[in-house]
């Protein structure tokens, strides 16, 4: 299950990652917003990053206008690493080195061509399990 969530600033690029989802047959659950009414990222953020912390869903994406508000909010939550990610070769680094349980993209930053390809090298890279790796990450939790 991938948990999706925006604000106004990434709804219509939300719509367009859900689509993608769809298309894909891929198991989402949408957490909001669901309309362009000004809201508030952090709301969002919380409740993606919840439900990937808590188990309910593998990954997350989050989209604001910048993808930056809201990835802030996703990892004050423990056990997050949300990536922000406006290029293939990042979203790629970040499954592989980072672990990156949540992909963050600005809706106002990237189009919807360049967003999808993202998505589906995020979804897709697995974690590259290096010892390295594994260290840096226990790093971070500790
Ligand atoms: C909303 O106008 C905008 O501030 C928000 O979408 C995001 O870019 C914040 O980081």
Excluded: W
């Amino acid at each position: 299950m991938i948990g999706i969530g925006s604000d106004h600033g990434g709804y219509a690029l939300k719509q367009e990652v859900i689509a993608y989802l769809k298309e894909k047959g891929l198991e989402f659950k949408d957490f909001g917003c669901y309309d362009e009414k000004s809201c508030d990222y952090p709301e969002y953020a919380h409740a993606v990053a919840h439900a990937v912390a808590d188990g309910e869903c593998e990954k997350g994406i989050l989209i604001c206008g910048t993808g930056i508000g809201i990835s802030i909010s996703a990892n004050k939550v423990k056990g997050i690493r949300c990536a922000l990610c406006h290029d293939v070769f990042s979203a790629k680094a970040t499954r592989e080195h980072n672990d990156a349980n949540i992909l963050a993209m600005g809706g106002r930053v990237v189009g919807p061509g360049l967003a999808l390809m993202i998505v589906d090298t995020f979804l897709n890279t697995p974690f590259s399990n290096e010892e390295r790796h594994i260290r840096r990450i226990n790093q971070i939790e500790e």
